[in-house]
């Protein structure tokens, strides 16, 4: 047809079809007039036939077709895959380019020095948007020079804010040792820390899925707790703080926990009353009847103590 929504139409309507309609899609890349409806089809497709006609296009043209096949073709380990991935890295086409960053990030291979590393120079691209692509992808591969990496940008201090923010989201997908190191040190290193990326780092650490470092994490904001770090200072981060130390649900957070009822702002109290239900209920209304009970208790601790047990 000479139209090109009844063309798009017919070609979704050839994906839903299933495998049969791989050749008939496959035929269509020929013509200019139906590649980049039937390249869209077959791109729907998690069928591992689509991957041959999909490497035909990827050195087409258009680079809306460039994009959907390097896109798709990032579910399928093939061999042949990931040396095309590679080259889209170089693409000039933005779109393309952030397909390749995407697409390499979730193939299903090994991570190697030189993967990690050309997709490492992407962290330095001019389209911040690549940038924060290339630090996903970076975080999902399991190779310890992808931390490093991200370790280096997250550091520096050129590095644009939506950026760290980005960077420590992957940097905490790894669990690893080393990267809850890298995050501590970060936040004890400055006191010029901007609040939001501050309540990012905080928010990773309470989210650490590792479950032996989960004491480490539960420490490192103890730490912070008590520094008396500028960065702390905000109710919206001590917020973030006491939920963090509920969801790491260690026990020796109850008592430093149980000082933030006394604190002035409402809704950290609120926020500590939640995580000391979160982690431990039982263990934190026995503290709470235990301290209550001491003499010269603080009257806004002994208030916020009232209200937290009732």
Known sequence: S???????????????????????????LTPPNTRLPAVRALAQMDDVETVEPLLQVIDDPDPEIRSLALEALGRFPDPRILPVLLNGLNDP???VKRAAIASVGTLPVAASSDLVER???????????????AAIALGRLDHPEALTQLLQVFNSPLTPLPLQIETVRAISWSGSAAALRGLAQR?????????????EMIMALGRWHHSALKPDAAQILLNLLASNHPATQT???????ALALGYLG?????????????????????????ALKTLNA?????????????PNLPRAMQQGITIALQ
């Open 93 to 95: 086409a933005t779109p």
């Open 250 to 274: 260690q026990a020796d957070a109850i008592a430093p926990l149980a000082q933030l009822l006394a604190d002035p702002d409402p809704g950290v109290r609120l926020h500590t009353i939640a």
């Open 2 to 28: 000479s139209d090109a929504e009844l063309n798009l139409m017919a070609a979704e309507a050839l994906a839903k079809a299933g495998k049969e309609a791989i050749a008939a899609l496959t035929n269509l």
């Open 235 to 241: 109710p919206e981060l001590k917020q973030a703080i």
């Open 282 to 294: 039982p263990a934190a209304h026995q503290y709470l009847n235990h301290l209550v009970e001491q």
């Open 187 to 199: 936040l004890a290193s400055s006191d010029a820390l901007d609040p939001n990326l501050c309540q």
């Open 119 to 133: 997709l490492g120079k992407c962290l330095y691209d001019l389209n911040l948007d690549l940038c924060r692509q």
